[in-house]
């Protein structure tokens, strides 16, 4: 009987420590994403029907992969606003004009990762926005 109550204490202990963190941090990431997450749009770009694939997606290369031909890259960065395990990070994602390096439009998203308890199982995570939200469809438009 003292090892039931001594391992029920324990789970209280470590459900206590891993889940109020991992819920902390979510309540954070809603905050923090009500304050400035999401899209931003700074100038909006019409571009021939041609350039978009069949499904009227616009492929914009990153930073890293442009090519001196490209009018307009993306760009990204992740900071870590707590790291270990729960994590929280803030990603930013920029398409910059290539002529002049002006930022035409942003998108922030914060997410949690981790907290969970330890086992074989890919941990959970939370994001805000949490759904997908296309920077590129928001900027290039179609002309007509």
């Known amino acids: ?10 789970a209280a202990i470590v459900y206590a ?3 109020t963190e991992k819920d902390r941090l979510d309540r954070e990431v809603k905050r923090l994403c009500a304050i400035d997450g999401g899209v931003k749009v700074y100038e909006t770009v ?4 041609e350039r ?3 499904y009227g997606n616009i492929k914009i290369a990153t930073k890293r992969f442009m090519k001196s031909t490209d009018e307009y890259y993306l760009d990204y ?3 870590f606003l707590k790291e270990g395990n729960p994590r929280l990070v803030r ?4 398409v910059i004009r290539s002529s002049d390096g002006k930022s035409i439009g942003e998108s922030i998203q914060y997410s949690r990762s981790g907290g969970d308890l ?3 199982w890919h941990e ?15 900027i290039f438009l179609k002309e007509e």
Do not use: H, N, Q, W
Not at 46 to 49: I, N, T, W
Not at 124 to 138: G, M, Y
């Open 91 to 94: 990603t930013t994602f920029k």
């Open 1 to 10: 009987m003292k090892k039931i109550a001594l391992l029920l204490i324990a």
């Open 52 to 54: 978009f694939d069949k």
């Open 46 to 49: 019409r571009l021939p029907v």
């Open 17 to 19: 420590t891993f889940f």
């Open 77 to 79: 960065e992740s900071i």
């Open 124 to 138: 959970s995570s939370f994001d805000c926005p949490s759904s997908p939200i296309k920077l590129e469809s928001s």
């Open 118 to 120: 330890p086992g074989p």
